[in-house]
T-cell receptor, first 111, second 112 residues
Framework: GNSVTQMEGPVTLSEEAFLTINCTYT??????LFWYVQYPGEGLQLLLK?????DKGSNKGFEATYRKETTSFHLEKGSVQVSDSAVYFC??????????FGGGTRLMVKP | DAGVTQSPTHLIKTRGQQVTLRCSPK?????VSWYQQALGQGPQFIFQ???????QRGNFPDRFSGHQFPNYSSELNVNALLLGDSALYLC???????????FGPGTRLLVL
């Protein structure tokens, strides 16, 4: 079946540091890949997505590239801010129905 | 343009009781999915509704049931509540042919 594995957190960084959160997946066929962000006490917000191999999703300074050869979709940001502190979820969607999520990675950014 | 809305925001029930959660999809969306998010974990897919029918179901018991109305809004019902049903319940809406799901703020259920 489909599965998503994320690096365990928490990830603690200083403001303006470079961020990488690793995500790998297992799926049949060609799923679409997503990053969602969850701020404390809130639901999930779509951060970015990629629908085919070598696509790069980007939003608010965050980027992730769909790498089929390594079945990965790592999230990166060049300079994090305190306001980026949240839990980040990698997810895949196969056949337009259910989303399969990773366990989430908590990011804490210190001033 | 209103996004996905859910009600209530919080709910406290006791074991054995029944609960109904409600969701209104984003304007223009016709498909509603429900997820359960236990504390510290990623969301788990419960089921998806389209054209008032259950389209796909995750690994949840029959105590979890749902409904979709002609205006595309949806309800999630959970019978015979267990302590382990305590979680954040998330509703997401999408187009049936689309793959991007947009989430509501969730309903936090506590079962005592």
């Amino acid at each position: 079946g489909n599965s998503v594995t994320q690096m365990e957190g928490p990830v603690t960084l200083s403001e303006e540091a470079f961020l990488t959160i690793n995500c790998t997946y297992t799926a049949t066929g060609y799923p679409s890949l997503f990053w969602y962000v969850q701020y404390p006490g809130e639901g999930l917000q779509l951060l970015l997505k990629a629908t085919k191999a070598d696509d790069k999703g980007s939003n608010k300074g965050f980027e992730a590239t769909y790498r089929k050869e390594t079945t990965s979709f790592h999230l990166e940001k060049g300079s994090v801010q305190v306001s980026d502190s949240a839990v980040y979820f990698c997810a895949l969607n196969h056949a337009g129905n259910m989303l399969t999520f990773g366990g989430g990675t908590r990011l804490m950014v210190k001033p | 343009d209103a996004g996905v809305t859910q009600s209530p925001t919080h709910l406290i029930k006791t074991r054995g009781q029944q609960v109904t959660l409600r969701c209104s999809p984003k304007s223009g969306h016709d498909t509603v999915s429900w997820y359960q998010q236990a504390l510290g974990q990623g969301p788990q897919f419960i089921f998806q509704y389209y054209e008032e029918e259950e389209r796909q179901r995750g690994n949840f018991p029959d105590r979890f049931s749902g409904h979709q109305f002609p205006n595309y809004s949806s309800e999630l019902n959970v019978n015979a509540l267990l302590l382990g049903d305590s979680a954040l319940y998330l509703c997401a809406s999408s187009l049936v042919q689309g793959e991007t799901q947009y989430f509501g703020p969730g309903t936090r259920l506590l079962v005592l």
